[in-house]
């Protein structure tokens, strides 16, 4: 009896213990289900944040992919239009470089014509020398024997020979001093369009012409095209104005007011660009520097402007009002001509510094048609 008592207890103490172990163990199991859970939660929220990273990341990709595509895209464009433009600047450097050409061709042409007409005038100098002294050694021969024959007295009429004699002498060596000053003159001009070409010759193959190129109305090109008027067009319109006895002084007149309504003209327009500048300059605005520096801008966009403008549109108020007391027959040359020297005279005065024929120093000699200075001087504006 006792012993089953024993044996009852022993189980049941054995029991407890056992359901002690089941509920310690019960209880690590839900400590560890929580704690798994909670880490489980964790992970599921680091997951999900890793989650929106990488859609955000996927996000930021595609949009840097398709930003990148664009901007690939743009370069290609601006590439393809560097390319265009680089064709084009090729195509210009070409044709001006034919046209630089042709156009020291023609000026080279105009030398030779300017020697010829040098060596003519030499020519024509030395026989009108040779013929002068040829009729004064006869004159003298003739006048001798009377002279001899009155060694203490002379007639009225032999006084009056010898004075006259004298005076003719003076007269011839006036007029030949006159012929060698043309003839001087002459040489002159022709050693400083020699030189100037020279220059340019030289310029252009050092440098490939790279001012004239770059900028069409440069100092250089300016200078080239003046040159242009006055060697190359300014002798057939002489010709044709000399056949509708038009006078040199007529035309000269003309000229000279062309030029200087020109620059009077672009006096007016950078006063106006001043008058702008002025009045958008503030405190808070750019510098003074930078003021000048786009007033100075404005000016040459006005230049390259006019450059692309029709001379005939660009003139056609001027021509009416100096044009006006011309026939009807001569003012379509003298239209051509006028707008010419306006177009050019305003391209000249929007040089920095402004630029005009420089007509203080020009002396036409014997030639009353020789109208167009040889150089171009700045001037104040």
Known sequence: MHLRIFKHLFFRSELKQKEDELESVNKRLTETKASNESEIQKIRSALEEKQGEVKSANQRMIETKTSLEKELHQVKSELKQKEDELESVNKRLTETKASNESEIQKIRS?????????????????????????????????????????????????????????????????????????????????????????????????????????????????????????????????????????GPKEAKDLIQRTFGDAAEEMKRRKQQIEEVFQETRSSSGPTPQKVKEYRQLTVQSLQMALFHTSKEDLFKTGFLEHGGQFPEEVKEDLRLLASECYWLGCLMALNNPPLQPDWKNHFPGFDSWDIFPRDIQPFVL
Not at 195 to 217: C, F, H, W, Y
Request: hydrophobic share 30%.
């Open 110 to 246: 105009a030398l030779e014509e300017k020697q010829g007409e040098v060596k003519s005038a030499n020519q024509r100098m030395i026989e009108t020398k040779t013929s002068l002294e040829k009729e004064l050694h006869q004159v003298k021969l003739q006048e001798a024997p009377a002279l001899r024959s009155s060694p203490q007295h002379c007639k009225s009429e032999g006084c009056e020979h010898k004075q006259s004699l004298t005076e003719m002498d003076k007269f011839y060596k006036k007029q030949l001093y006159k012929a060698r000053s043309a003839a001087e003159q002459k040489e002159k001009e022709l050693k400083s369009v020699k030189d100037r070409l020279a220059a340019q010759v030289a310029i252009s193959l050092k440098t490939g012409n790279t001012e004239s190129m770059n900028n069409p109305v440069s100092k250089t090109r300016l200078t080239e095209m003046y040159d242009n008027l006055r060697l190359l067009q300014w002798p057939n319109i002489k010709d044709r104005l000399k056949s509708r006895k038009i």
